[in-house]
């Protein structure tokens, strides 16, 4: 297998990591979007160990892997915990903290965090979480969803 490597985000200018994180969110909301409630669990990674994702149940950063926008990014699966990564470009290694991957692909590393209890007080499921996230940190950068 050879290992496609992410942009470089260091070398980018602000506006240009914005616009990168920008157009990420937008396609992950696509994704996500593309989900039922029932497919999405922030408590862990994946309910299928051999990575598949026919009708499992992940978090939103186990879906990344099974994604052909994402793939085509460098994101993979961790065979160890069903986690997000990715290999960057000058680096060579992985980014091994989920919340790295998060923060490197959105520009917001809690993305991936399990639901909190002020969320599930106000959405009926982990999905929706997810999407008010995703809609929240587009917001966050001057755009709307």
């Keep these: 297998m050879s ?4 942009p470089d985000t260091e070398a980018m200018t602000t506006a240009e990591r914005e616009g990168f994180w ?3 969110l937008r396609e992950a909301l696509k994704m ?3 989900l039922t409630s029932t497919q999405v669990f922030l408590d862990r990674w994946s309910s ?4 598949s994702a026919c009708g499992t149940v992940a978090c939103f950063g186990g879906w990344l892997p099974h994604t ?9 699966r961790s065979q160890i915990n069903g986690s997000p990564q990715l290999y960057t470009e000058g680096l060579g290694n992985y980014r091994l903290c989920a919340d790295e991957v998060a923060e490197y692909l959105f ?3 809690a993305l991936f965090d399990h639901a909190r209890e002020h969320e599930t007080a106000v ?3 982990h999905h929706q979480i997810v999407l008010a996230r995703i809609t929240q940190c587009l917001r966050e950068l001057g755009v709307e969803a």
């Design 48 to 51: 299928n160990p051999n990575g």
């Design 68 to 76: 052909p926008y994402f793939q085509n990014l460098g994101v993979i």
């Design 123 to 125: 959405y009926d499921s």
């Design 3 to 6: 290992i496609i490597y992410a």
């Design 32 to 34: 996500m979007s593309g």
């Design 22 to 24: 920008i157009q990420n």
């Design 107 to 109: 520009g917001c590393g």
